[in-house]
């Protein structure tokens, strides 16, 4: 039995159109506001991404559970320890898929990453992780008689994410390539990032926008996102040191969940910023 520690998580319902429903559970806002989501299809589950802390992955598994159908796939979008440590233990018994390059991403830094974690949380944090074993490889297919699309997005919030599209229900997983109403984890240029955001809002295939931290989105959270991110580079242009930088980018955004987010970034970011 899990301890709940932390504040619930929340969960919406995206949509239901009679044969697909979408679901979302976003960690309380001071711990990072991490969003996960299922796909809940006739016969099956599809779920997406895994938390950081311990609680929000059982908290997404009860979710899960109350649903009545089995998880036949669990993606990782990146390989961001806020999105792979929290399922370690709620989701042991599930076949995990991701990118290539992330699969070896968390098969190299994953058992250092949750080491670290766990010294700094203690046991907020999962006792163990559940590694990828299927390759994702971009490119449609239809499951359970809905089609899905699998794309590779290069450079943007990490070097590379997946990013899952329905296409039938105008849907677009875009994991944190979209932060809604959240900071969000910078560590260097983010030129291709915003061009990434650029083309997702002028696509108008989809309007569902389904964030890696927040609510579910639409096209005017894109356009908050791409101003957050031409503050960032404004804010850096005439700081002095990392300190100043917090100060003037909370005072901008106020508001926003995920603060600590910033101070985990800022040595990286500062780091390349020489
Ligand atoms: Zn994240």
Redesign the pocket.
């Known amino acids: 039995m899990m301890l709940k520690q932390l504040p619930p998580a929340v969960t919406y319902l995206v949509k239901d159109n009679g044969k697909v429903r979408v679901h979302t559970l976003v960690s309380s806002a001071p711990f990072f506001a991490?969003a996960t989501h299922i796909i809940e299809l006739p016969t099956q589950l599809i779920l997406i991404d895994g938390h950081f802390f311990a609680q929000y992955g059982y908290e997404f598994r009860q979710l899960a559970d109350s649903l009545n159908k089995p998880i036949t796939r669990f993606y990782v979008t990146h390989a961001?320890p806020?999105?792979y440590l929290g399922m370690g233990d709620a989701f042991a018994d599930v076949i995990v898929y991701a990118l290539e390059e992330i699969t070896k991403l968390i098969l190299q830094a994953g058992p250092h990453e949750l080491k670290e974690k766990q010294q700094h949380f203690g046991n907020l944090i999962a006792t163990h992780l559940t590694y990828p074993s299927q390759i994702v490889e971009p490119g449609e297919e239809e499951i359970d008689g809905v089609r899905f699309i699998f794309e590779k997005a290069i450079d943007t919030e990490s070097p590379e994410t997946l990013v899952i599209k329905l296409p039938d229900l105008r849907i677009a997983i875009v994991q944190?390539i979209l932060y809604h109403n959240s900071h969000a984890?910078i560590t260097g240029p983010v030129a291709g990032w915003k061009a990434a955001l650029q083309e997702l809002r002028d696509d108008t295939a989809y309007d569902t926008i389904l964030a890696?931290?927040g609510t579910p989105a639409d096209k005017a959270d894109i356009d908050n996102a791409i101003l957050y991110l031409d503050k960032v580079g404004e804010i850096l242009s005439h700081v002095n040191d990392a300190i100043e930088y917090k100060q003037q980018l909370l005072a901008a955004y106020p508001n926003y969940a995920a603060a600590k987010l910033i101070d985990i970034y800022l040595p990286i970011l500062f780091a390349n910023k020489v």
Request: proline letters at 0%.
């Open positions: 991490n961001h806020d999105h944190d984890f890696g931290h």
